[in-house]
């Protein structure tokens, strides 16, 4: 079976660039991405796109109107696709069984009983979004369940392993794509159908074709082995700071070794993003649900980890400040959750935001690519923040910088010219691990970061009698 039009419920990170690139790879294939909101369609059809992403404008841009569009029309673009993605949302539950861990599917849900609803001929609808073990089972009692005689389905799951920040890059270039499907002769074919499309540009060899709850788990457990190797390294980074030992110096000698390796080794404030936590919070529950509580445990110590390092930062840039920030000016350089992008979610930067604002300092924020309302909607629109357009007005008259994000473009500033509009003593709080230490010290800057005990601690003459 060739596929010719294909459609993607959810116009978000993940199914805007996806079908970009697969609109961009397959000429031959009409891709509609639909979305319930009429304002973000709206934003993908306009010219300022609603994600930032390296290298989509273009692609959207080229595609865009020929074999790639962007509809709320949802009951169209469902009747005429032959191949449907689902990658809507799917947030920890806030209320109810599992509140605070569980994935809620109800969005998932929701678009299964659109497509139930709407059909009129076959379908593949392929779960793309990242869903508990067995969630396939839902869609397909939903779909099996309404159908409309003479129509089949069949579900299939193919996870998403884009990061953001190189989500384009890593679409063009994936290390693996992993399609599970059911064994039948029908579950088959399917697969065959959905590794036409991706056979387009993506090596024979690196589609991976396996049975849909391996599928499905290899996404939850693909996540928490990367955000355990970043709780990894950042408890090891407290144990430096104690002990004189340098993260860095840590990270590169036990990467070298091949069974280990180099990649996600990078200490830091502790990881964001709408995925890690949510992810391991819904592994955590599986396995709480399926009675493997140590298992339960081991992974949840992922997440206690990230939390407590968020802290120790955030208590370290408190103290470093006399113990007090009440009335200081703190500016945050960064507000996303990484470089390369504009989505705040779980960003650490918020916590800081939050902890310092409750300790009664004043904040001030540049990120290069977070709109100024997203940054008081995270914070939930509290007093003393201020959002700047660049780097030198945001830290003027500030006692204190924290880098939240490590943007490029921080590495390069004039730190100088910084010095001299701030207050003294000027301090500097590297939670990335991206600036010139030595270099900042020498300019005057009393400088902390993670996973390294800088030499020179500064002690004011007046700390005796402050303390
Ligand atoms: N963001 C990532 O980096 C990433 C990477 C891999 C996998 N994932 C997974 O992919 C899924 C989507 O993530 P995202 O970051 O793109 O979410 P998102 O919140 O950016 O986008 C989801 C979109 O789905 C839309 N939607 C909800 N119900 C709908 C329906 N019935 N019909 C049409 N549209 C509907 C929402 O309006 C929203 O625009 C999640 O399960 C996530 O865990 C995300």
New binding site residues.
């Given amino acids: 079976m060739t596929i010719k039009n294909v459609c993607c419920?959810?116009?978000?990170?993940?199914?805007g660039p996806t079908c970009s690139v697969i609109a961009y790879k397959c000429p031959n294939i009409k891709v509609t991405v639909?979305?319930?909101?009429k304002e973000?369609i709206a934003q993908w059809n306009s010219e300022k796109l609603p994600i930032y992403e390296p290298g989509l404008d273009k692609i959207v841009k080229e595609c865009r109107g020929k074999n790639l569009f962007f509809s709320s029309d949802?009951q169209r673009a469902i009747l005429d696709a032959e191949l449907i993605f689902i990658?809507?949302?799917?947030p920890t539950k806030n209320i109810g069984n599992g509140k605070g861990r569980a994935a809620d599917l109800k969005?998932v849900e929701?678009?299964a009983r659109?497509i139930a609803e709407v059909a009129k001929s076959d379908k593949i609808v392929v779960e793309?979004?990242?869903v508990p073990v067995k969630a396939a089972d839902s869609i397909m009692k939903i779909l099996r369940a309404n159908q409309k005689q003479g129509i089949s389905y069949q579900i299939l799951s193919n996870p998403?392993?884009?990061?953001?920040g190189t989500a384009i890059n890593d679409l063009l270039n994936a290390d693996r794509v992993l399609i599970g499907g059911e064994e039948t002769p029908e579950g088959q074919a399917a697969i065959e159908a959905l590794c036409g499309i991706y056979e387009n540009w993506i090596p024979k060899s690196k589609i991976l074709t396996t049975n849909t709850w391996s599928s499905e788990l290899s996404k939850l457990a693909a996540n928490a082995m990367l955000a355990q190797r970043i709780s990894s390294i950042n408890s090891l980074s407290a144990v430096c700071e104690a002990t004189g030992a340098d993260i860095s110096e840590v990270a590169k000698a036990i990467g070298c070794d091949t069974r280990i390796g180099a990649k996600f080794l990078q200490a830091s404030i502790g990881f964001g993003?709408?995925?890690f936590q949510?992810?391991i919070l819904n592994l955590v529950y599986i396995c709480e649900c399926l009675n493997l509580p140590e298992v339960a445990q081991y992974w949840q110590q992922v997440i206690d980890m990230n939390d407590f390092q968020k802290t120790r930062f955030t208590s370290k840039v408190i103290q470093s400040l006399f113990n007090t920030v009440s009335g200081k000016k703190i500016c945050i350089l960064g507000f996303a959750f990484k470089k390369n992008t504009g989505d705040t979610r779980e960003s650490p930067a918020i916590h800081v935001a939050n902890t310092l604002l409750d300790e009664g300092a004043c904040i001030h924020i540049y990120d290069p690519k977070v709109e100024e309302s997203q940054i008081f909607e995270d914070l939930s629109h509290r007093q003393n923040i201020f959002v700047y357009q660049d780097a030198y007005s945001a830290t003027q008259g500030c006692h204190a910088i924290v880098i939240c994000t490590e943007w490029d473009e921080f590495m390069i500033l004039d730190f100088n010219k910084i010095y001299e509009g701030m207050m003294k003593p000027s301090y500097i709080f590297d939670g990335r691990k991206i600036l010139d230490h030595e270099a900042l010290i020498q300019i005057g800057f009393q400088v902390q970061t993670i996973g390294r005990k800088l030499e020179r601690e500064f002690v004011p003459r007046s700390w005796s009698t402050l303390e």
């Fill in positions: 419920l959810g116009a978000g990170y993940v199914g639909a979305d319930l909101s973000r949802v990658s809507v949302n799917t969005y929701g678009a659109l793309k979004s990242t998403e392993f884009l990061a953001e993003g709408s995925c949510k992810d």
